[in-house]
């Protein structure tokens, strides 16, 4: 079995996790794009969000001694709009190449609508092109159905299983995850 964590979303912490996190021994995160709660309205709001990740949470986590990744990608809660959701497709090969991104992400379902579906193959064809990893996200509602399909569409993609995280998982993904040759990862929920 594998098993690692490469998911961490600095942007909605405070400096004092950084400090928290070096004591504890952490020397290195990824961080994967994600919706930040508020739907974006134009892909300046994208430029934004990414330019930071490369740059503003890099520069915080090196105060304390912590090397930040990151993953850039469409989150599958904003694929639904369709210009937005082609304006970022197009914009995301400008960040894809830049140092300290290593993996689309997180990219997947939230409501297994085609366009969700249109927009996971366009970032696994751009993960293709770049050589890199993919960070998915399993949805929250339809967990196992939408996982399914997930996977049915990196199969067909033809994505290198060792290159893909199927995260999220649970007790109802974990069984048809494990098959693939897919690095899983979890997500432990308190209650």
């Not at 405070?14 to 961080?31: F, K, Q």
């Not at 090397?67 to 197009?90: F, M, Q, S």
Request: glycine share 8%.
């Amino acid at each position: 079995m594998r098993i690692f964590d490469p998911h961490i979303h600095m942007t909605s912490r405070t400096t004092d996790d950084y400090e928290a996190m070096a004591a504890a021994g952490i020397r290195a995160i990824v961080e994967p794009a994600f919706w930040l709660g508020q739907p974006r309205t134009s892909v300046d709001s994208f430029v934004d969000y990414f330019s930071s990740l490369l740059g503003w949470e890099r520069f915080r986590a090196s105060q304390f001694g912590i090397r930040h990744h990151c993953a850039i990608g469409l989150n599958p809660k904003e694929a639904n709009d369709p210009g937005l959701r082609e304006e970022v497709i197009d914009l995301l090969p400008r960040y894809l190449a830049k140092d300290g991104v290593v993996a689309v992400g997180e990219i997947g379902f939230d409501s297994m609508t085609a366009e969700e579906e249109e927009a996971v193959e366009a970032q696994l064809d751009l993960a293709q092109e770049h050589e890199l990893p993919v960070l998915v996200h399993t949805p929250h509602r339809d967990k196992l159905a939408g996982t399914r399909r997930t996977l049915e569409i990196i199969e067909r993609s033809g994505v290198p299983p060792e290159r893909v995280l199927i995260d999220h998982n649970n007790e109802l993904t974990v069984g048809v995850v494990a098959q693939t040759g897919c690095w899983m990862g979890f997500t432990i929920y308190p209650f």
